[in-house]
């Protein structure tokens, strides 16, 4: 058996256009035999994306302002639980800032909205994504306190994850200095890209440590799968991380004989994530969103030019399918990392 393989399904800039783009992520994810995450913006809005779910199973990525410290924001999860039962596997929604300090409150929460979910018929799973940079073992043990509930559970990013570790890593080293502040141009990186490339490799051995804690409570996981770097500026959104597994990130000047740097995983860090989570859960209690952010590019439409007919200006549709090719790309390695375990 297969563990359950998503990848990230949202119109998002610079990619602008309308519900067309939706429609060929469906259908190029529906060929890959992947599910796919969406984005509903309201709870009424589960109803309009359901057309677009494939026939693998789906989740369904809640807005960022959620807040589950605050009623209002139990309610609202509570309210897109109740479109998307049945019809969703899973709901995801963002750790935040404010669980910090405040393990008995966080776990509160967690025990009242597993109550109200279980009053849910074929209630969604609620996946709690690290997020925001909490202290990795501060977000483990918010799931060890809670290992009873049956609807809550953890979402592992390991993008965020192994930026968060490669920044302790090297302040650790340098004086709390900022590992992402540094660029591949920058003039001190030359004299520190050996502390930086140590910090990368320190990375993948804690974050399988941190899976193999997570999968011991034997409750299913949801991971979020994505490659990184700290020298990185190749995101559209000013972030290190979401890039393929295939990614190398340029530099300035030559190191070990080469201007590229691998990410923090590669296909190899990427199988040794899916062999902690296989080794500790069984299938059908894993899933894996492929959750990689727009690069520039463009693929011809091909056979899926009809659909935009409507369309005069197919350039996004064309850096659409560029993206979803990243995607699919990514699917393969990750199936057969799965299919190696």
């Avoid at 018929?121 to 918010?142: C, H, I, M, Q, S």
């Avoid at 660029?183 to 140590?198: F, G, K, N, T, W």
């Avoid at 439409?301 to 064309?318: P, S």
Wanted: aromatic share 8%; net charge negative.
């Amino acid at each position: 058996m297969t563990p359950k393989l998503l990848a990230l399904m949202h119109i998002q800039p610079p990619i602008a256009g309308d519900t067309t783009l939706l429609q060929l992520a469906r259908l190029r994810l529906q060929e890959a035999g992947l599910g796919g995450e969406l984005y509903p913006g309201s709870p009424e809005h589960v109803d309009a994306l359901l057309p677009f779910r494939t026939t693998q199973p789906c989740t369904a990525h809640l807005p960022r302002d959620i807040n589950l410290l605050d009623n209002n924001g139990q309610d609202a999860v509570v309210a897109f639980a109740e479109r998307a039962a049945g019809k969703f596997f899973g709901l995801v929604v963002h750790d935040h800032d404010g669980f910090a300090d405040r393990l008995e409150e966080v776990v509160i929460a967690f025990r009242s909205l597993d109550h109200r979910l279980n009053q849910i018929k074929d209630a969604p799973l609620l996946f709690v994504e690290y997020a925001v940079g909490l202290e990795l073992d501060y977000f483990v043990t918010l799931f060890e306190k809670t290992r009873e509930l049956t609807h809550v559970s953890a979402c592992i990013d390991i993008g965020h994850m192994g930026i968060f570790t490669c920044k302790q890593r090297f302040a650790e080293r340098f004086n709390s200095q900022d590992i992402c502040a540094l660029r591949s141009d920058s003039i001190d990186l030359p004299e520190r890209i050996e502390a930086v490339q140590q910090a990368v490799q320190e990375t993948p051995p804690i974050i399988v440590d941190l899976i193999n804690r997570l999968t011991a409570l034997g409750k299913p996981i949801h991971f979020h799968l994505h490659d990184g770097h700290p020298l990185s500026t190749l995101s559209l959104f000013g972030v290190s991380d979401h890039l393929s597994f295939l990614q190398q990130i340029p530099i300035a000047f030559p190191y070990q004989g080469r201007h590229l740097l691998q990410g923090i995983y590669g296909a190899e860090g990427l199988n040794r994530v899916i062999r902690a989570a296989m080794s500790g859960l069984p299938a059908d209690k894993l899933s894996f969103t492929l959750e990689l952010h727009p690069q520039p590019g463009r693929t011809p439409l091909n056979q899926h030019a009809y659909l935009f007919k409507h369309w005069t200006d197919k350039t996004n549709a064309e850096r659409m399918t560029y993206w979803l090719d990243r995607l699919i790309e990514n699917s393969t390695l990750l199936r057969n990392a799965c299919n190696l375990c």
